[in-house]
């Protein structure tokens, strides 16, 4: 009994590791993106305009940064894994809106069924708890090798 236990942690254990390894190598890139409004990532807000988006360290595949086209705006955000069913022809970035107000909420990768998902801020949640239903909105990112 104990070998099968064994067996099966091991199993498990690779699985895990090969896919934290997998996922952390489609980061290595740079996503560019022109975001025509402004928009929330987790509490701050950020100004329309050219931003660039990408992994701070490849050990840690969801610790992103993003930043403007001057350099004058950096925020660096976590996020989480999150799948789809049906992978993005090109990159995007995906945001909810409720009323005037955009947040950030997914990014999503070409090609791949994988993407990066974003907390909640504390407004949008305050905004749902209103009874208000959020939009969702995609725009096409570039994805720039590095």
């Known amino acids: ?3 099968i236990q064994k067996l099966v942690l091991g199993v498990v254990a690779l699985v895990v590791f090969a896919g934290t390894v997998s996922y952390a190598q489609v980061i290595r890139d740079t996503l560019n993106v ?3 409004f402004s ?3 987790e509490n701050t807000h950020l100004p329309a305009g050219k931003y660039s988006i990408r992994g701070i360290d490849s050990s840690d595949p969801v610790d992103l940064l993003i930043t ?6 950096e925020v660096d955000f976590l996020t989480s ?4 069913e049906q992978p993005t022809t090109d990159p995007e970035l995906e945001f909810q809106k409720f009323g005037g107000h ?5 990014i999503w990768l070409e ?3 994988r993407g990066f998902a974003l907390m909640e801020p504390r407004m949008q949640q305050k905004l749902e708890k209103k009874g208000m239903h959020g939009e969702t ?3 096409k990112a570039r994805h720039m090798h590095r």
């Open 1 to 3: 009994m104990r070998l």
């Open 34 to 36: 022109d975001v025509p």
């Open 39 to 41: 928009f929330y990532i």
């Open 68 to 73: 403007n086209a001057n350099d004058t705006v």
């Open 81 to 84: 894994a999150v799948m789809t």
């Open 102 to 106: 955009y947040f950030l909420s997914r």
């Open 111 to 113: 090609g791949m069924n």
């Open 137 to 139: 909105h995609r725009i």
